[in-house]
């Protein structure tokens, strides 16, 4: 029985395609302060105070140089010299702004970024003008004042909403993927017969090939949370955290198994596992109970609803315990 958790764990490495993506894994999770660094540093410059320089065009009240009428302003915009058009009108004494910026996501958020510092200015010089106080909110920690970027909770919504919950599902789904080829493998050189004729039973032989998948797994998330937090990302609580993302992998790799000894045939199997994948996708990342994001919410230590959590935990094992039951490896 450990001889085969061991042959499917040597297998494994010689796969291509699964060395190349745990090395992705491990490469994301090992310079993930750099990923982040660059993702926030292309959407929101002004995280390091950097805003850049845009051409923008006024139509109303002129606060700045570029002023036009909102004609001759729309065609300036539609040709490209200038980047955005902020439309700046007066109703009962408020002002409203209604901002047109390009339809590229990447353009208009460096876009935004230059026009949020002249709206910012613009509010300031107004405040001026009807004497209302400008306020400034500082944040204390103890004595000290803690100096908050502007980027911050956009940093923080990457690492832990999209960073860690993306990094579990990949390991769930490796893991899977690993299953299915050796299920596959063994069916379809029928060296599962070799292995029936031996004094394993197809219930440790099954035991052995859900082991592996599980084994993997363990080793690699382990190894990504301790490379976030040599990146210094704060893991606050490793352990939910590693229970929660080894569910997932239950989860995923009870289905592989199914897929693989219903089928028989990994391309059929892997098909039908993907379309599986992607159908329960958006619920493992979308709500505040999916898995995948409370294992971000556990990394963050935030709160999370251990009732569902444990539900989950306890469900996802179940099903893995039980697949052997389920789909025999005898029965192929």
């Known amino acids: 029985m450990f001889e085969i958790v061991k042959k499917d764990l040597k297998l494994m490495f010689r796969e291509r395609t699964f060395v190349s993506i745990v090395l992705l ?8 302060s750099v990923v982040t660094f660059g993702l926030i540093l292309l959407y929101n410059p002004d995280y390091l105070g950097f805003y850049g320089s845009s051409k923008v065009a006024v139509v109303g009240e002129c606060f700045i140089e570029s002023c036009y009428d ?7 915009f539609k040709s490209g010299r200038v980047d955005a058009v902020l439309i700046v009108s007066d109703f009962n004494g408020i002002k409203y702004v209604d901002v047109i910026v390009p339809d590229d996501e990447i353009k208009a958020a460096q876009v935004l970024s230059y026009v949020k510092k002249l709206l910012t200015e613009y509010e300031e010089g107004l405040r001026d003008v009807y004497g209302v106080p400008n ?22 919504k990457f690492i832990y909403l999209i960073l860690i919950p993306l990094l579990s599902i990949t390991t769930a789904v490796v893991a899977a993927g690993m299953v299915i080829d050796s299920v596959c493998e063994e069916i379809q050189s029928r060296s599962i017969e070799v292995l029936l004729s031996t004094p394993l039973t197809p219930f440790k032989i099954s035991i052995s090939k859900i082991t592996s998948p599980m084994i993997f797994s363990s080793l690699l998330t382990a ?37 693989a000894v219903r089928f028989g045939d990994r391309e059929r199997a892997q098909l039908i596992f993907s379309i599986l994948v992607a159908g329960s996708l958006p619920l493992l990342v979308t709500k505040y109970a999916s898995p995948a994001v409370m294992v971000g919410r556990a990394a963050a230590g935030a709160e999370i609803d251990l009732t569902i959590a444990a539900i989950f935990s306890v469900a996802s094992f179940a099903l893995l315990a039980v697949s052997p039951f389920i789909a025999k490896i005898d029965k192929v």
């Open 25 to 32: 894994i491990v490469f994301v999770a090992g310079i993930s």
């Open 70 to 76: 909102e004609r001759t302003a729309m065609k300036l």
């Open 135 to 156: 306020l400034e909110l500082k944040v204390y920690s103890g004595s000290r004042e803690v100096e908050i970027p502007s980027g911050s909770s956009t940093v923080f």
């Open 223 to 259: 190894l990504w949370l301790l490379l976030l937090a040599l990146n210094k990302v704060d893991i606050a609580n490793p352990l939910l955290a590693f229970a929660i993302s080894m569910s997932i992998t239950a989860f995923f790799v009870s289905l592989g198994y199914l897929m």
